[in-house]
């Protein structure tokens, strides 16, 4: 077995002591959820810590709680099997339940977070490798190195985000709350969260932590659908995503969203789509059309496994799928 | 070899009867004798091990594809505090090779390493941490040298050469060439040219590996009586113990080799590998026991999973549909060693002359050297790949013929008690009846051409070896032996050298013994796979155990049953032959009130013939054509197999689900046939999981830094298939009950995977009309091959150029035709 490198342990019982470990050791702390990222990328030397910082004994967490305008509000340590089959969530967000369940494999869901979901590290063919394998090809800039073997000569690093919830919280107008001891609590909306750096892709900063998720209510008549491009139907990574969401108010769609991700480091949110759509029924021509414009727009690279032409092709049969999904079935209620 | 001493031939069969009318263990739907100590995890596995003082041990790999060593400085290592040992190349210079004629591998690389992975040094320290903390402290001085990763580059380019010498020590003459066999037999040429109907065609076969749950792991202890102990994973713990000698250079009468329970090999464990040298000279340097554990990349590394085949392929009919010729050329990317690959070269065409019936046939096959991982023997040897091509080209003349593709192959059946045309042996063949099963239960004939666009059935036949006929290495001593001991508490105790690799062996081996001795299955017990322990057995490969070693059980146990009826028949005062075996029983035949139990009849046995135990043997019989590479392929049975599948074809995304496999396997007679139809369930999977899910692949673009470096060396990216990627299988038994098998039996471990892989791609035409050539069958070939057909040629480009791709009226035009093509 990879071996875990060396590190302290601490689990401490409030939000405060966390906090404060993270102030007391500048980019020498990290955090842990269900660790279900976090330690395999350290058995890969890929990421590293002095100090793991455990979230698991914090109180609160780790629940659902009602907001007065009508949204809610997830602890960032609810867990993603706890998650996809919350009745609420299932009610009135079914799309993100939908996609959270489609996170890896039944024991990766019942140990991996929320809040671990959204904060997931970019993933590529050549960083996600042993120390042995990443020495052997020679490092590169996301760790350790200063080349990109994805964009030759590139200089900023292209690692794909690929946690399944990120696209879906972003057509749903999600909010994270995020907290440090320096700064206090602010609120940050999901779009200006991820920034197009593989390596590091959150604006989170490395004395902050998430709290919790928040999700304005539901449009009245609001659809939406989650649709992932994988090999098997368990275990694996997107190699394409797409989430999309829109209100159906007489027979006409209103405000779409549609987020394509698995292709860089930031989930795509698709541009004139909301545009084209506005006012329209929802038949296989507005799909098609919609298709096509998310074809033009998306353009996968060769940094996880797939072929990116392949990856490409699928971007107007995912949309036009997850569209389709979302007329059948996913309405909030 | 055993100089002026005569072979002898040892019951080469036992009859396809039971014992005593009715067989009352074989046939049973049993449990395997191991099942439920593994399901709770009781099964001791080679990790499971923890012996007193036992240090941990790691492997320095080669980080170059190709490379010299120039020097080795260990000493820094040696000096961290928690290092026992070091061990290098030049402490275990001896070269070995699983097959004696290509010894090219060492312990570890003593002059240059050929592949990213390959073993450099190795370290044995107090924990693991201290053990890869040590490897990083070990200077190497490499001087790079060209690599090789195209075998088409090999094969005409023999400088910088990847081996050096031959297994004499002298300059090797084949450049980077590994083996060449041309066979021919008859007027190939002449047939096909003149016949109604050709096909040709090139087909590729990907390489996979074996991704058993259980990584390779090995401990040692060097006694202090001199003995050295080795418990290992492997499936050949003989040839092991050979090369352990050999490398060592130790008297094997010290060594002894121990099999513990194993997660699974397919192949991937039949080779001797670094790491059971390793830890064994660091234990003998350490004075403590040493474990060694790959992590699941380093048996990526290890590798000698299925060999990448470029294979060009004739074959021809007559306009009855007759087969006149068939004709291969194929090329074999062998990676860095030898392995099995001589076998695997003549494999590749040997194996392939039936159940379809060649009049003629020429095979040109030729395995190269690249700078990859070693391939070697994975489920079905050598035979996968050709038989993919085979049954597709068997398929595309029927089609051409106008025959349905069942109607083809029972038209070409080679039968049985007959020649092949290589020379082989047919003994039983029950293929006419597989076909028969899996027609019927698939649906074939309301099915096949008359579903809807996208969805159809197709299938595929085999026939594999029960064995080979000849040992790896030349000898006229007994392919297998057994030991039977009985005991006075009623106990039929088994020794066995054969490797229960999770496909049941000892299973099978107890149920021959139960049957003969009339025992229940707990009144047996076996003791498996320990050169101490137990007689010479050569391993769990080419499916040899079942009809090998258990005819070996039989003979042990034929030889107690006769004692033991003639000691209860003198205390009955009745006949021999009147005493029967049963159920814990020894009986009375002609009176069943007058019985004692097995026990009772033991005591009586030792009393009358002292104590008891019984050696059983077997050896093959003469087998094989008449020319050199004649007796490679040979087998003293063959199995058989017919595959059917259906499929579906998402033609928007190229997508391929197979729906459900139908699969009749003739195993000659099924000893247990729950393991027979769980053989056959894995079997099926595993080729399914070959023809679009896993891929083993090193990035070969010899301009790019990743050159040489695994693709995937992880279970995430190496995509086995989870139980919700595997298709229905509804696995059917055909009983041929062969002459040379004991009571029948034949192999059911490897023959039902060959068809699982045609069937599909021939299902695939039934569902779209595209014939598939190309392993694996990604999704983008798939939409390729759909777009080729409707004549479309603008698909988009990588790179994004091509703009019109990107319009809005592309893609409808694109969608449009997709869905016309659905309805
Ligand atoms: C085999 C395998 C397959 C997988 N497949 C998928 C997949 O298909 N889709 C997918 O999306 N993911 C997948 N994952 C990744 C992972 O399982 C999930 O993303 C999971 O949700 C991560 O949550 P966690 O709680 O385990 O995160 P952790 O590993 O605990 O943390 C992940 C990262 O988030 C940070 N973090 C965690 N919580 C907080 C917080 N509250 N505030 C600030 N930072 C925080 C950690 O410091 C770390 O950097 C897979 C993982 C494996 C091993
Ligand atoms: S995208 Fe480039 S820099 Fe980023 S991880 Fe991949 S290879 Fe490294």
Redesign the interface.
């Known amino acids: 077995?990879?071996?875990l490198p060396?590190f302290t342990y601490e689990s401490p019982a409030t939000i405060d002591e966390v906090l404060a470990l993270l102030a007391d050791n500048p980019g020498r702390a990290r955090l842990v959820a269900g660790g279900t990222d976090l330690l395999p990328n350290m058995k890969h030397g890929i990421e590293e810590a002095d100090i793991v910082v455990s979230l698991s004994r914090l109180p609160g967490l780790s629940a659902l709680a009602e907001l007065p305008d009508g949204g809610v509000s997830i602890g960032a340590m609810m867990t993603l099997e706890t998650l996809a089959s919350h009745p609420t969530v299932r009610a009135r967000y079914p799309s993100l339940a939908q996609a959270v369940g489609l996170v890896a494999?039944p024991h990766h869901r019942r140990m991996g977070t929320l809040g671990g979901n959204v904060c997931l590290n970019t993933r590529c063919?050549?960083i996600?490798?042993?120390h042995?394998?990443r020495?052997?090809?020679?490092y590169c800039l996301k760790k350790d190195g200063s080349a990109c073997?994805v964009v030759k000569g590139g200089k900023r690093c292209v690692a794909a985000a690929s946690n399944d919830s990120a696209p879906v919280l972003m057509t749903l107008g999600a909010r994270l709350v995020l907290t440090s001891q320096a700064r206090g609590e602010r609120i940050v909306g999901i779009d200006d969260f991820f920034q197009r750096d593989g390596v590091q892709n959150k604006v989170l900063e490395a004395d902050e932590m998430l709290l919790r998720v928040e999700l304005p209510a539901p449009a009245a008549g609001l659809h939406g659908a989650y649709m992932k491009l994988r090999?098997?139907?368990?275990?694996?990574?997107p190699r394409l995503s797409v989430a999309v969401a829109f209100a159906l108010r007489d027979g006409a769609v209103h405000d779409l969203a549609i987020v394509v991700s698995a292709l860089a480091a930031v989930p795509q949110r698709m541009r004139n789509v909301t545009e084209l759509a506005e006012g329209r029924a929802p038949d296989e021509g507005l799909f098609?059309?919609i298709?096509?414009?998310c074809?033009?727009q998306c353009?996968p690279l060769s940094n996880i496994?797939g072929?990116?032409?392949?990856r490409?092709?699928?971007v107007?049969?995912y949309v036009?799928r997850a569209l389709r999904a979302a007329i059948e079935g996913g309405v909030s209620s | 070899m055993a100089g002026g001493i005569e072979r002898k031939v040892i019951n080469t069969t036992h009859g396809p009867d039971a014992p005593h009318g009715d067989f009352t263990r074989v046939g049973q739907r049993a449990r395997k004798i191991d099942g439920i100590g593994k399901a709770t995890g009781e099964a001791v596995y080679t990790d499971d091990i923890v012996l007193p003082g036992m240090l941990h041990a790691k492997t320095l790999?080669s980080?170059?594809a190709h490379a010299k060593i120039l020097s080795i400085d260990t000493s820094r290592a040696l000096a961290l505090a928690g290092v026992h040992a070091v061990v290098v190349g030049s402490e275990m210079p001896v070269k070995y090779g699983v097959i004696p004629w290509t010894p090219d591998e060492n312990a570890l690389a003593t002059d240059k390493v050929r592949f990213?992975g390959d073993e450099v040094a190795a370290v044995a320290a107090i924990d693991?941490?201290t053990a890869?903390a040590a490897l990083a402290l070990i200077d190497v001085e490499y001087e790079l040298l060209e690599p090789f990763f195209d075998p088409h580059k090999s094969l005409v380019q023999s400088e910088p050469q990847i081996h050096e010498t031959d297994a004499r020590g002298q300059p090797y003459k084949k450049g980077n060439i590994s083996k060449n066999v041309l066979l021919e037999f008859g007027e190939v040429d002449a047939a096909i040219d003149g016949a109604a109907h050709v096909v040709e065609d090139d087909y590729v076969f990907h390489g996979t590996a074996h991704a058993p749950i259980e990584p390779h792991c090995a401990v040692a202890r060097f006694g202090s009586d001199g003995v050295l102990t080795l418990w290992s994973s492997t499936q050949i713990p003989h040839y092991v113990h050979r090369a352990l000698a050999r490398v060592l250079e130790m008297p094997a009468h010290r060594i002894r080799v121990i099999q513990p329970h194993l997660g699974g090999a397919f192949g991937g464990k039949s080779d001797p590998f670094s790491l059971e040298f390793c830890v064994c000279k660091l234990a003998m340097k350490s004075k403590r026991p040493v474990k060694m554990?790959y992590?699941?990349?380093e048996t990526f590394y290890t590798h000698r999973g299925r060999h990448p085949m470029e294979m060009h392929f004739r074959t021809a009919c007559d306009a009855e549909g007759r087969v006149t010729g068939v004709d291969s050329k194929i090329l074999i990317d062998g990676g860095s060693y030898s392995s099995f690959g001589l076998v695997t070269t003549y494999y590749s065409g040997q194996l392939l002359t039936g159940p379809c019936h060649f009049p003629t046939y020429r095979f040109d096959s030729t395995r190269v050297f690249t700078n990859k991982p070693p391939c070697g023997p994975k489920r079905g040897h050598g035979s996968v790949q050709p038989r993919f091509a085979l049954e597709i080209q068997l398929d595309r003349l029927a089609t051409k013929v106008g025959l349905d593709p069942i109607e083809f192959r029972r038209r070409n059946l080679q039968a049985e008690n007959s020649q092949t045309v290589n020379g082989q042996t047919i003994t039983s063949n029950g293929y006419l009846e597989c076909l028969d099963v899996v027609e019927e239960a698939s649906g074939w004939k309301d099915k096949r051409g008359k579903l809807p666009f996208g969805r159809g059935v197709g299938m595929a036949g085999s026939m594999y070896i029960s064995g080979t006929n000849y040992a790896v290495y030349p000898n006229d001593m007994p392919q297998a032996g057994i030991l039977v001991k009985l005991d006075r508490s009623g106990l039929a105790q088994v020794y066995t050298g054969t490797s229960d690799i999770g496909q049941g062996s000892s299973s099978v081996m107890a149920t021959l013994v139960a049957e003969e001795l009339g025992l229940r299955l707990d009144q047996v017990r076996v003791i498996a796979a320990d050169t101490d322990l137990t007689p010479v057995d050569l391993g769990a490969y080419s499916s040899r155990i079942t009809l090998m070693a258990g005819n070996a059980s039989v003979d042990a146990g034929r030889k107690l049953r006769k004692q033991v009826q003639a000691a209860v028949g003198e205390h009955f005062d009745i006949p021999p032959q009147q005493v029967m075996l049963a159920e814990g029983f020894a009986f009375d035949r002609e009176d069943g009130e007058r019985r004692i139990t097995s026990q009772q009849a033991f005591e009586l046995t030792e009393t009358k013939f002292e104590t008891l135990a019984a050696t059983g043997s077997y050896n093959t019989p003469d087998r094989g054509g008449d020319y050199r590479g004649g007796t490679i392929g040979a087998s003293p049975a063959y199995s058989f197999t017919a595959h059917a599948a259906e499929v579906s074809v998402d033609t928007?995304?190229?997508e391929i689900k197979i729906e459900k496999f139908w699969v009749a396997h003739d195993c000659g007679r099924a000893i247990s046939p729950v393991q027979v139809e769980g053989q056959i369930e894995g079997s099926t999977y595993m080729g399914a999981a070959e023809v679009v899910?896993e891929s083993h692949d090193v990035y070969s673009d010899e301009s790019h830094?990743?050159a040489g470096?695994?693709?995937?060396?992880?279970l995430?990216?190496y995509?086995i298939?989870?139980s919700?990627?595997t298709p229905e299988i509804d696995a059917r038994i055909v009983e041929s009950i062969d002459p040379e098998g004991p009571y029948g039996a034949k192999e059911a471990g490897e023959g039902p995977l060959h068809g699982s892989i045609p069937a599909v791609a021939n299902a695939i035409y039934d569902a779209c009309g595209i014939w598939l050539t190309e392993l694996p069958f990604?999704?983008?070939k798939v939409?390729a091959a759909l777009r080729a057909k409707q004549g479309e040629t603008s698909?988009?480009?990588?790179n994004?150029k091509a703009s019109a791709d990107?319009?809005?009226e592309?893609?409808?035009a694109r969608?449009a035709a997709a869905k016309k093509g659905k309805s």
């Open positions: 077995m990879l071996r060396t494999g063919v050549y996600n490798q042993t042995f394998w020495e052997s090809l020679g073997h090999v098997r139907d368990s275990i694996d990574f098609e059309e298709g096509a414009a074809f033009g353009h496994d072929d990116a032409t392949y490409r092709e699928m107007p049969v036009k | 790999r980080p170059h990213i693991e941490d890869n554990l992590t699941r990349e928007e995304t190229g899910l830094v990743e470096l695994h693709r995937r060396p992880s995430l990216e995509t298939p989870t919700l990627d990604s999704p983008g939409l698909a988009p480009s990588p994004g990107t319009s809005v592309a893609i409808r969608l």
